[in-house]
């Protein structure tokens, strides 16, 4: 453990491959029906998309996070630039590029559930080439990789067969579910789907922790390390070749799901380059998802360290976790 801790510190870096957005957020009692027109309550705008989500949250789970992502040159360049910046994001390798930022329109009910439509629009400029190059920049200071499908699936698939030619730990969140080539499942570590992404990949509904083992035996089955399944309210499932280990969530009443399962992915990535042991990781992450949905927005519900660790050492204490 000691030799595992040390070799973490020389490269307590995770390398984030995924999208960047401006989030357009509106906040209402309820959604409306195809073609109704409601008053909501609340409208915010601020730095969003799973890739600069889980970039944040590396860096403020106390990891160096080096983000490969594009932007655009418009209005919304700057507040992308200074949001990761103000975060301890490092962006050396976010590539500014002619044209729109990407956006996401998210709507939000009083119950903290949202419906988002994403439009690329900068992302789409991602390369191969971009990636190779963080990649060879990068050598010997990163750990993990964190890459989502937010981006088109051959780059992230690019960046994690590199990754893992390159020896790093590869955790892929399958977000949104797409379809992925079979060999691919190979090369990921932990791929951590939330159960409507793992009942689309997989055909098997997810609704409970046993349907959740039978969805994770199919991550197993096609060569995935491992899989760690969130469950929402059921806390996460982790499948791997020994056994399943349940992880039960921690109660708390959501006020806006947005960015919930990107807190849990980097702390997670964080926390594994930081040397822990996978089941600390997973509480530890299952414990930033908790304080990011009693939170609005994305990456403004992102929670700091400090708060994690409080978090965990209170249910430590209640004899929760």
């Given at each position: 453990m000691t030799q595992e801790h040390t070799e973490a510190g020389t490269r307590a870096g995770v390398m984030i491959v995924g999208s960047v957005t401006a989030d357009l957020t509106t906040f209402s009692h309820r959604l409306p029906a195809r073609g109704e027109t409601i008053h909501g309550d609340a409208f915010t705008l601020v730095l969003g998309g799973?890739?600069?989500?889980?970039?944040?949250?590396?860096?403020?789970?106390?990891?160096?996070?080096?983000?490969?992502?594009?932007v655009g040159s418009d209005l919304f360049h700057d507040m992308v630039v200074e949001s990761l910046t103000d975060a301890g994001v490092h962006i050396e390798h976010l590539r500014t590029v002619e044209g729109p930022t990407g956006i996401a329109h998210i709507r939000v009910d009083d119950s903290g559930e949202n419906d988002i439509v994403m439009v690329p629009l900068a992302n789409s400029a991602l390369s191969v080439e971009q990636i190779d190059k963080a990649f060879d920049a990068l050598e010997g200071r990163c750990s993990v990789l964190l890459t989502q499908l937010e981006i088109p699936a051959e780059l992230s698939s690019h960046a994690v067969r590199t990754a893992r030619s390159r020896?790093?730990?590869?955790?892929?969140?399958?977000?949104?579910?797409?379809?992925?080539?079979?060999?691919?499942?190979?090369?990921?570590?932990?791929?951590?789907?939330?159960?409507?992404?793992?009942?689309?990949?997989?055909?098997?509904?997810?609704?409970?922790?046993?349907?959740?083992?039978?969805?994770?035996?199919?991550?197993?089955?096609?060569?995935?390390?491992?899989?760690?399944?969130?469950l929402a309210g059921a806390g996460a499932l982790l499948v791997t070749p020994e056994g399943n280990t349940h992880f039960p969530a921690i109660p708390v009443t959501p006020v806006d799901t947005t960015a919930a399962g990107d807190s849990f992915a980097g702390y997670l990535g964080a926390s594994l380059a930081l040397g822990m042991p996978l089941p600390d990781a997973i509480r530890r992450a299952g414990a930033a998802g908790a304080i990011t949905v009693t939170r609005r927005g994305a990456s403004p519900s992102l929670p700091h360290r400090g708060e994690v660790d409080a978090l965990l050492a209170t249910m430590t204490t209640e004899g929760i976790s």
């Open positions: 799973k890739g600069a989500n889980q970039a944040v949250a590396v860096g403020l789970a106390g990891a160096d996070a080096h983000f490969v992502s594009c020896g790093l730990t590869v955790v892929l969140d399958p977000a949104p579910a797409l379809p992925l080539e079979e060999s691919l499942w190979q090369h990921i570590d932990i791929v951590t789907p939330n159960e409507t992404e793992a009942g689309i990949l997989t055909g098997i509904p997810v609704n409970d922790v046993a349907s959740a083992a039978e969805a994770g035996a199919w991550f197993l089955a096609r060569g995935a390390g491992s899989a760690l399944i969130t």
